[in-house]
């Protein structure tokens, strides 16, 4: 008989047990991330792919309980699109990157990501002034991070990308006879020819610069500029990228042609003309590194689209703060104590380390040849 009942009271702990363990789960407050991203206008499908890569990960980890028994709150604001309104109380037109970061600000997050350069600069100087930590994602200008305490990067600087791409050069016999640059006018664009334009030139090389607005859609005034040379390097987005690779080919250019990450994207490498067009390109498009296969099959079930640089950056992204976060306080200040302390990580892009006192979290990328559609690593 008291047998029967000391079972019968442990059955009732551990099902009192559990269901406190539901309970405070349920009830804690939610783990706020916030995103202010490009949503709108020519860059937009590069805040769509950070955005459903952040989206996955939060899913997958509050599947798996969340951070410490919290679930994550992933909280988007649009940061092209104009408020409601479009004027504030003083009949001002809005800023919509300001605007979103107010709206982001008043959920209390953790961090705030923000995507592409050209927001994440304007967004910085804000973000330092309140004391709101920030990461930039898919925003390789230097400047970003080279004052303040709070904005940090997750993504390969124009200092980084330029070394592959001069290794390039060099590695095809360019850097003596020179070539012609098409790039984007824009943080982005001269920050990668600034610095690519820096390195070349110590080997005495001879740049035809050739830059185009952000709303290019026509090249055929910036591919005559370089139509003598015998290599070319095209930065920009993939719609840009796409469009130069047809100009070039259009008029027969035998040249070399070399490009950034953004060439890696599907969206480039399925068309004819990207055919032989070398690029540098991260480890998640190396098909020895099996690390990603699942999670990239499990990407194009959800979304119904390949797994790119930029949907890995968001969902990488997450995991950090979920492994970092672990059993750690989940507060701004802790999060910016570890990111000061830095860490090291292994995730879809391989090895990355934010070394202490550091403020980009950098991933490795390598000099790489498209090949039949498909990215071959040199």
Known sequence: MARKL???????????LFLSTISCTENASPVRVGAALVLTGPASYVGEEIRDGLIMAVEEINERGGINGRAIELVIEDATAPPPDGLSSSGNFLDPGKSAFDALEEKNPIVIVSSLSSLSIKLAPIAEKRKRLMVGLVATAPELTKTGDWVYRYWPTAEHEAPPLAELFEQLGHTTKGFGVIYLDDAYGTSVFRDLEKRCKAFGSK???APF???GKKF?????????TSAVCVIGFDVHIINILKALREIG?????ISTTTATLPSVTSIPEAENVYVTAPAIYNKNFHFTDEIKNRYNQKFGKPFTQYSANGYDFIYILSGILEDQPVTMDALKGMF?????????FGNIELKSGKKDILFPIFPAQIINGNILFR
Do not use: H, R
Not at 10 to 16: C, E, Q, R
Not at 253 to 257: N, P
């Open 340 to 348: 000061e302390k830095g860490f090291v990580y292994s995730g879809v």
């Open 213 to 215: 607005p952000l709303s």
């Open 220 to 228: 055929s005034a910036e591919v005559e500029l370089i139509k003598e």
């Open 253 to 257: 250019y035998q040249g070399d042609i």
């Open 6 to 16: 000391i079972k019968s009271l442990l059955f009732l702990i551990t099902i009192f």
């Open 207 to 209: 740049i035809v610069p």
